[in-house]
Structure formats: C-alpha cells, structure tokens
C-alpha cells in the first residue's frame, strides 16, 4: 500500500486532490489517502503513520509547513516531501531544499503533473524496497551461518514479519555431489510445501541451504530427496531441521540439518550409529566443553550409563558409543570453525572391553585435545590477531563488514573469527563496528555542519532512520537531541 498525506488548509484543494488520486489516475498499485487541514493535524497523523509521500502547502494557519517538514526530518522519517506553492511563493519555497525536499507543485495543481510526482515517488520507494530487501537477504544469511543477533544486524521485529509473515520456520541443507547451475527447480519444487523459501548457494560448503517458513507445524515429507535428486539430477545428502515458531532460532536449525547430512555421510547410511550420535549429542557438546575435569568425568560416567543397555558391552557396542561421541564433537568445532579436528577419528585400542575403560580412555582423548586447542587462546596468539580486527575495522567502519570480509582479511575461517571476537571482547564484531561509527558519528555532530542524513551515510548506515535508531540504543539519545546538547 502507497500512502499519501496531503496537508493545506483548503477543503477544495484536499478533496480535489484525493479525487483526482483515487478516482481519475487509475494508478496500477493501491493508494491509501490521509488529509490535514494545518499541521498540528498532519503531526497527529505522523503519530501513527509513516507517508510514503507528503504533499504539503508551506503558508497555513496557527503553524506554517516549514515546521511540519522540520518536524519530519527531526524524526528522520523516509517521506518523500512535496511542496505546493503559488507563483508568488516560490522564491520563498526555495528555502525549503535545505530540508531535502524531493519537489514543487504550483497551485492551481495540474493532473498530470501531480500524477507523475507520485508516479515517481512510488518508483522510487520501489526501488528503496528492492535495495533493502538485498540487504536484509545478505543479513539473514549472516543470522543463519554464525549465530549473530537481528538486532545486531538491523532487523527488527518489523522487518522479520514483513520476510516471514508465516508462523513456523524451517531450515533444509542439501549437499550435492555436482553443484547446480541453477536451483530454481528446487525452489519451484520447495514451494509445493513451503510457503516462503529463501534460498543460499553456498559453494564454498558444497550446501544448498533453504529458509522455508510455514502456517503448518510439521511438513517432512519423506520423499522430498527424492524429488530433490530428479529436479537437481544428482545425488545429494539432504538434511530437514526440526520447526520453530521464532526466527531467531535459525541457526539452531541450521545447525540442526547440518548435522542431519554429517551423520549420513559419516556413518554412511548405518541408522543405528546416526540415532546413537543424534540422541546423545547435546550430551557430547555439554562433557566437551566443561571447564573443570571432575565435572567432565562425571558427566561423562552419567552419559554412558544413560545409553547403557548391556553390562557386558560388545566390541562393536563400544565403538559406536566412542565414534558417533567424536563425530559429534567433529561436528561441533567445525561449526565454531575448528575443522576435523578428531579426523581421522583414533581406533579403539585393545584391551579395552568395559563402560568404565571407555570413559577413562574418551576423557584422556578430550583432554589432551581441549589442551592442543587452548594454544589458539593464549594470550599471547590473542593480542595480534584482536588487535588485527580491530584495525581492520576500525580503518574500514563505512563500509558493510561482513564476517567473511574479517576471515578474508586475517586468514582465519568466519566461524572462528564470531567465536573469538565475542570470547576476547565480550561483544560480537558487529557490536564493537557500530560503538566505532557512533564515535565517529559523536564527533560529527558536535563539530560539523553536516546534516543527520549526511552523518549516517559518512559513517556507513543507509538512511538516517537506521542511524537514528542504533544511535538512540547506544547513546539513549537521539542524534538530533545530542547536537542540540552538545553543539
């Protein structure tokens, strides 16, 4: 829906004009009109909603358009403003561009041109859309892959409706032995379950990965590979998450249908050590990742007994305990971008024939892994590499930085760069890039003339409306109000 505010203080000017728009220009979109007789109506109006276009008169009673339209930018509202003035007018509307007007229509209002001022507008919010909707496209695959928040990445709850108006989510991966050219067949086909997909090639993993949002809870149908394998024409692993009902839970899904596709192909289609390996795997990743030893051992005990269905174990037995636990843990470190690191996985040493052998034996193994691994966190390895990161952003804060532009810059795998940032600083990278523009932002506004809008752009937001917003979560202040305090 397009909405139009038209603002003057003439009855015969509004209805005309609201006329015209709804019953002569047979616009090929839906319009919704709102009217103002002066502006403390229009800023009643404003309350409660954001115009696309505004057209306003500038001389009017009790408050002239010069305050509504300051009033507007003040707000950092994305309306297009259009003025109405007469010949005589003019010269004093001109004062106006200052406020970014985006044009003039002269009284008395010629159709076609009113016509074509929203035809233009429309475009241009097209356009806007278009662009933002790439941007948040790119900032959900950041969402998905390395576990960053939306508020961090400047989606709001609005945003995320208006992407996934369904209520449940799903996330599928799907490995192929050849990567398709194109994946429209797979989208078509997804779409005969699934009411939105978002699809992202990524083939750097080798994966396929589909964001499916959905009214129904449960939708697995069983022959989805093989309908995959028709429209790809190729054999493929395919991995199905559970559902949520919130998207903030797509990582977790993510996570989720990639360990589905690492179990087919660890385990190459034995069921059996693929539901020993998902059964117990946040079990795994609880012992792995436990600080103090007795707590790990413990732990450890309690989770074998747990799967405990023999007391005289089989060999084969107590291997599929041991490796579908190191599969696991392979699986976890690779998502925190820490490849294979029990690849290959060690045999089963001889001698070995009791629960109790086994824990003892995983328990060495874990430590003396965990011990390797504290050497990438010493303090000494941190200080080069966060010092690196910081530099890099700060030298770099206009600019749309990405996980994979950090990895890229410091030789390290975009999982581990997330992981080590939020370890070393306590604060994900995103985090710490907006506290480095609202620093830069700080200055500006205190010792330039720049506008608002201006200021945004230089320190790498896209509108002023995003400035404003993460300016007010960091400083409790709106960027107007602090040049005003500070200036």
């Known amino acids: 829906?397009?909405?139009?505010?038209?603002?003057?203080?003439?009855?015969?000017?509004?209805?005309?004009?609201?006329?015209?728009?709804?019953?002569?220009?047979?616009?090929?979109?839906?319009?919704s009109i709102s009217t103002a007789l002066?502006?403390?109506?229009?800023?009643?109006?404003?309350?409660?909603?954001?115009?696309?276009?505004?057209?306003?008169?500038?001389?009017?009673?009790?408050?002239?358009?010069?305050?509504?339209?300051?009033?507007?930018?003040?707000?950092?509202?994305?309306?297009?403003?259009?003025i109405l003035t007469s010949h005589a007018d003019f010269e004093y509307a001109r004062?106006?561009?200052?406020?970014?007007?985006?044009?003039?229509?002269?009284?008395?209002?010629?159709?076609?041109?009113?016509?074509?001022?929203?035809?233009?507008?429309?475009?241009?919010k097209q356009t806007r859309l278009k662009t933002a909707y790439h941007s948040y496209y790119i900032k959900l695959q950041t969402m998905l892959l390395y576990e960053i928040s939306a508020s961090d990445l400047l989606l709001?709850?609005?945003?995320?409706?208006?992407?996934?108006?369904?209520?449940?989510?799903?996330?599928?991966?799907?490995?192929?032995?050849?990567?398709?050219?194109?994946?429209?067949?797979?989208?078509?086909l997804l779409q005969e379950y699934y009411n939105t997909c978002y699809a992202y090639p990524l083939k750097e993993r080798n994966q396929l990965v589909f964001v499916c949002n959905h009214e129904n809870f449960f939708i697995k149908p069983a022959s989805l590979p093989?309908?995959?394998?028709?429209?790809?024409?190729?054999?493929?692993?395919?991995?199905?998450?559970?559902?949520?009902?919130?998207?903030?839970?797509?990582?977790?899904?993510?996570?989720?249908?990639?360990?589905?596709?690492?179990?087919?192909?660890?385990?190459?289609?034995?069921?059996?050590?693929?539901?020993?390996?998902?059964?117990?795997?946040?079990?795994?990743?609880?012992?792995?990742?436990?600080?103090?030893?007795?707590k790990m051992r413990a732990t450890l005990y309690n989770n074998?007994?747990?799967?405990?269905?023999?007391?005289?174990?089989?060999?084969?037995y107590l291997e599929q305990i041991f490796i579908s636990f190191f599969q696991n843990i392979n699986l976890y470190l690779k998502n925190k971008g820490i490849p294979d690191p029990f690849n290959p996985i060690p045999s089963l040493p001889d001698g070995i024939d009791t629960f109790e052998q086994l824990s003892n034996y995983m328990l060495n193994l874990i430590c003396q892994k965990k011990e390797e691994m504290k050497k990438l966190w010493m303090e000494s390895e941190n200080?080069?590499?966060?010092?690196?990161?910081?530099?890099?952003?700060?030298?770099?804060?206009?600019?749309?930085?990405?996980?994979?532009?950090?990895?890229?810059?410091?030789?390290?795998?975009?999982?581990?760069?997330?992981?080590?940032?939020?370890?070393?600083t306590g604060q994900s990278y995103l985090t710490y890039l907006h506290k480095e523009r609202i620093a830069v932002a700080k200055q500006l506004l205190s010792s330039s003339s720049n506008t608002i809008d201006e200021i945004a752009h230089k320190v790498g937001y896209n509108s002023s409306t995003q400035f404003a917003r993460i300016f007010r979560k960091y400083e409790s202040v709106s960027p107007s109000d602090y040049r005003n305090i500070n200036m």
């Open 156 to 188: 709001t709850e609005e945003i995320l409706t208006e992407m996934f108006p369904c209520t449940y989510f799903t996330v599928l991966v799907i490995s192929p032995k050849v990567f398709p050219e194109n994946i429209d067949s797979c989208k078509i």
């Open 304 to 316: 074998i007994e747990r799967v405990q269905l023999v007391k005289q174990p089989s060999r084969v």
């Open 226 to 294: 093989d309908k995959l394998y028709q429209a790809m024409g190729t054999p493929l692993l395919c991995g199905i998450s559970i559902s949520s009902n919130s998207v903030h839970k797509i990582h977790a899904l993510y996570i989720n249908a990639c360990q589905r596709v690492f179990y087919q192909e660890v385990f190459e289609g034995n069921d059996s050590l693929a539901r020993t390996a998902a059964f117990s795997y946040q079990d795994c990743i609880q012992i792995f990742v436990e600080n103090e030893e007795d």
């Open 383 to 424: 200080v080069p590499l966060l010092r690196q990161l910081m530099e890099f952003i700060k030298e770099n804060y206009q600019k749309d930085l990405s996980l994979d532009d950090l990895a890229e810059a410091t030789g390290f795998h975009p999982n581990y760069i997330s992981n080590f940032f939020k370890k070393t």
């Open 38 to 82: 002066n502006v403390p109506n229009a800023l009643a109006v404003l309350k409660n909603e954001t115009p696309d276009l505004i057209i306003t008169d500038i001389r009017m009673p009790v408050m002239d358009g010069f305050v509504l339209i300051n009033q507007i930018r003040t707000k950092n509202l994305p309306s297009d403003i259009v």
């Open 1 to 31: 829906m397009f909405q139009i505010l038209i603002v003057d203080d003439e009855h015969t000017l509004l209805n005309g004009c609201s006329f015209m728009i709804r019953e002569i220009f047979d616009l090929p979109f839906p319009v």
């Open 95 to 124: 004062t106006a561009i200052k406020y970014n007007i985006t044009d003039f229509i002269l009284k008395p209002i010629n159709e076609e041109i009113l016509k074509t001022t929203i035809l233009k507008s429309y475009e241009k």
